[in-house]
């Protein structure tokens, strides 16, 4: 009963576009569930990269940016490079049952 | 620069309890609030609850409810996650994430094993 969704994986070639998505189950993505995003690597602590939709997180590379597009939140990764090869979270605020809810990630590989 | 320091790793048997502390610095601790999140190994992100900083108000995963309970003392800039009745399924790394709403900064992670 997954009630965030990201794809398990994805591949994209060195330098090129990637869109990482995040759903519900159910409905629509707004600004009102403040979408976030997260990167980590094996053994790390994760990193945000983006939160609330599209404030890039500091020190955070512009060639990651957060949107909504269509009923989805999405992470955008422009100029893909190799140490961008990690897992991807994202998380929602689905209100004050549920309060967060993380997505089951999604596994980027660069090649 | 927001800073957060987790205590240390802990072994725990089966049914005891575990209190996991997340010591604040670099910013005015009753802004906003502190969440807990937890990785099982191999595993996804788990939210576990969240603490407002300045009312101390709290709110926790249904799944948890019962078992999770987060505090915060605000003249040693240190919030607290305990996890009681504790089974395997708990063995995770245990993290505290400073927020503007959505977890931002955060700490070092605390390995909990549970094992008998």
């Known amino acids: 009963q997954t009630v965030v969704t990201q794809e398990p994986s994805f591949s994209v070639s060195p330098g090129g576009t990637v869109t990482l998505t995040c759903g519900l189950r159910?409905?629509?993505?707004?600004?009102?569930?403040?979408p976030s995003w997260y990167q980590q690597t094996p053994g790390q602590a994760p990193r945000t990269l983006i939160y609330n939709t599209t404030t890039r997180s500091s020190g955070v590379p512009d060639r990651f940016s957060g949107s909504i597009l269509g009923n989805k939140a999405a992470l955008t990764i422009t100029g893909a490079q190799a140490d961008d090869e990690s897992d991807y979270y994202c998380?929602?605020?689905?209100?004050?049952?549920?309060?967060?809810?993380f997505g089951g990630g999604t596994k980027l590989t660069v090649l | 620069q927001v800073q957060l320091v987790q205590s240390g790793a802990e072994v725990k048997k089966p049914g005891a309890s575990v209190k996991v502390s997340c010591k604040a610095s670099?910013?005015?601790?009753?802004?906003?609030?502190m969440h807990w999140v937890r990785q099982a190994p191999g595993q996804g992100l788990e939210w576990m609850g969240v603490?407002?900083?300045?009312?101390?108000?709290?709110s926790y995963a249904q799944r948890l409810q019962g078992r999770v309970t987060v505090t915060r003392d605000t003249s040693t800039r240190t919030v607290y996650l305990e996890l009681s009745s504790l089974r395997s399924e708990d063995t995770a790394v245990y993290y505290c994430s400073y927020s503007l709403g959505a977890p931002v900064w955060w700490g070092q992670g605390t390995l909990v094993t549970v094992s008998s």
């Open positions: 603490i407002n900083l300045s009312r101390g108000s709290t």
């Open positions: 159910s409905g629509s993505v707004s600004t009102s569930n403040y």
């Open positions: 670099g910013y005015t601790f009753t802004n906003y609030y």
């Open positions: 998380v929602m605020y689905m209100g004050s049952v549920l309060h967060w809810v």
